[in-house]
């Protein structure tokens, strides 16, 4: 990843100049975590969707019903990642949130909340569509 601390990470993404290789599902989860930390879940969606979109946008990437921005996934992100910081509050960079929760976040855990048909569909990217395995924490 080019912009390895906290610091550059955000420059980056608030820039839209983030290299396309490094936003990542790990430089996602790493954003929601800076966003997390200065704002609450709503008020944090708000302004990850603009900086994705934007970002998406500089990296040529046209929105479709398959790619691009995932409302739902975003969410789910955010509100996990709200609850990882409640759980392990003293953490105190993105790279040590991620080193702790990273992996499951990425790989398992909005699959404990969401079947894989759910979480994948046209109308989960579009909007947000409640779990429908799981409530969501808090």
Same mark, same amino acid.
């Given at each position: 990843?080019? *912009?390895? +601390?906290?610091?550059?990470?955000?420059? =980056?993404?608030?820039?839209?100049?983030?290299?396309?290789?490094?936003?990542?599902?790990?430089?996602?989860?790493? /954003?929601?975590?800076?966003?997390?930390?200065?704002? &609450?879940?709503?008020? =944090?969606?708000?302004?990850?969707?603009?900086? /994705? /979109?934007?970002?998406? *946008?500089?990296?040529?990437? !046209?929105? &479709?019903?398959?790619?691009?921005?995932?409302? &739902?996934?975003s969410?789910?992100?955010? !509100?996990?990642?709200?609850?990882? /910081?409640?759980? +392990?509050?003293?953490?105190? &960079?993105? *790279?040590?949130?991620?080193?702790?929760?990273?992996?499951?976040?990425? +790989? !398992? =855990?909005?699959?404990?909340?969401y079947?894989?048909?759910?979480?994948?569909?046209?109308r989960?990217?579009?909007?947000?569509?409640?779990?429908?395995? !799981?409530?969501?924490?808090?």
């Amino acid at each position: 990843m080019t *912009a390895t +601390t906290d610091d550059e990470l955000w420059s =980056a993404f608030q820039g839209a100049s983030l290299p396309a290789a490094d936003w990542t599902h790990h430089g996602h989860l790493r /954003i929601a975590w800076m966003y997390c930390r200065k704002h &609450t879940v709503d008020e =944090a969606h708000i302004l990850m969707r603009v900086g /994705i /979109i934007r970002l998406n *946008a500089t990296h040529g990437l !046209v929105e &479709t019903p398959t790619r691009g921005y995932h409302e &739902t996934m975003s969410r789910v992100w955010l !509100v996990l990642v709200a609850a990882a /910081i409640r759980k +392990t509050p003293d953490l105190d &960079t993105s *790279a040590a949130f991620l080193a702790l929760h990273g992996e499951d976040l990425v +790989t !398992v =855990a909005p699959l404990r909340h969401y079947s894989r048909d759910l979480l994948l569909s046209a109308r989960a990217r579009a909007m947000f569509v409640a779990p429908d395995l !799981v409530p969501l924490p808090g």
